[in-house]
């Protein structure tokens, strides 16, 4: 389970390595946007635990911290997907309101109008 975490982890990195380096502005924020998923997974990944228990611990009897799954990196990440969302959103509207101007989104091409 945990080769397949890492290969999807450096999967998602390299396609969105690949996107960032096109250019369309479209793909730049997609690929901006896989990055911070990636990201997310690497950081959901740190705190996982194999056959780990679920972060609520028994009113009674004694508690063995190990067993259980770290509930830090998933409060992180809910922090970070909304975040991740809010950006791109972000993101979204500049590449449309840049694309409405210029009529163009290549990203050389608006270099050169640009100046």
Not at 26 to 37: K, T, Y
Not at 55 to 61: A, Q
Request: glycine share 6%; proline share 5%.
């Amino acid at each position: 389970m945990t080769w397949l975490i890492c290969f999807t982890i450096g999967a998602t990195v390299a396609a969105a390595a690949y996107l960032i380096m096109q250019r369309r502005l479209i793909q730049l924020v997609l690929g901006l946007s896989l990055l911070s998923h990636a990201t997310n997974l690497m950081l959901i990944a740190s705190g996982w635990v194999g056959d780990g228990k679920v972060p609520i611990v028994p009113e009674n009897g004694p508690v063995d911290p190990a067993g259980y799954v770290d509930p830090l990196p998933q409060a992180m990440i809910l922090t970070a997907i909304v975040i991740s969302f809010a950006v791109t959103a972000f993101l979204l509207v500049l590449a449309m309101n840049i694309y409405q101007r210029f009529k163009t989104d290549d990203i050389d091409r608006l270099r050169r109008l640009m100046g």
